[in-house]
């Protein structure tokens, strides 16, 4: 059973850091593009950072400099480490393996003062 679970959102002040993490089960990690998404309220899903099986990175233009994907294919983890938020980047944010077509259950990011 394909299974993708993320942790680590939550709340940050603008200018502010969090990680998010995505636990990956039931397919093999080694092969698959793993994805980052975020849907804003109102807004469409966007992708927001992309990795290849061999480490190659992607990401929307309004993220780049501050965010950074990685993944450790050891673990079957996918990570987004993003830094100097704002608040628009306010979204939940979805972790998705792209060929497996599998979501996670989505982990809200909320940037305010």
């Known amino acids: 059973q394909v299974q993708l679970v993320e942790s680590g959102g939550g709340w940050v002040q603008p200018g502010g850091s969090l990680s998010l993490s995505c636990a990956a089960s039931?397919?093999?990690?080694?092969?698959?593009?793993m994805s980052w998404y975020r849907r804003a309220s109102g807004k469409e899903r966007e992708l927001v950072a992309r990795i290849s099986p061999h480490g190659r990175t992607r990401y929307v233009d309004s993220v780049k400099g501050r965010f950074e994907i990685s993944r450790d294919n050891a673990k079957n983890t996918t990570n987004l480490r993003m830094n100097n938020l704002k608040p628009d980047d306010t979204a939940v944010y979805y972790c998705n393996a792209l060929l497996q077509g599998a979501w996670g259950q989505g982990t809200q990011v909320t940037v305010s003062s």
């Open positions: 039931g397919f093999t990690f080694d092969w698959e593009p």
